[in-house]
């Protein structure tokens, strides 16, 4: 059993996707073990994104995490890291398989609708990042 960190980003909380977001991660076999909506400080999505400090488009995707609340959660399954990240698609929507998350949902490469983590190490990190909002021990 694997575990992912899923956001539910700012651009689809405000279209009303919650709940078809989560359809498709439900219908895909993936649990939803943990669930909150959040609103994080300007500050706080600068620390979850480090590792793209020094990239050009980090302001504005910091500005764009902290613009309004997300549906920050944790899925469990076999092989759920890489299940997740095919469920939402490419980064880019333009790129995305037909069927994907981003593909029909996302609005462009920045606005994608969804977060997935991209490796166990980066999962375990972003799940504890989200301890604290989670119910979760640190
Ligand atoms: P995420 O980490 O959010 O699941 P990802 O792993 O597909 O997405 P990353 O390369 O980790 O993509 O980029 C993190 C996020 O930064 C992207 O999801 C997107 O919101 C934003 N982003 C990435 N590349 C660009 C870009 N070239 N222009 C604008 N925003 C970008
Ligand atoms: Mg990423």
Known sequence: ME?????????AVARNLVGRILARVEESGLRVIRLRMVHLQAQEARAFYRVHEGRPFLDALVAFMSSGPIVVGVLEGEDAIRRWRDLMG??????????TIRKDFAENIERNSVHG???PETAREEIAFHALSLGLRG
Not at 3 to 11: A, I
């Open 3 to 11: 575990q992912t960190l899923m956001m539910v980003k700012p651009d």
């Open 90 to 99: 490419a980064t880019d929507p333009a790129k995305a398989a037909e069927g």
């Open 117 to 119: 983590s991209d490796a």
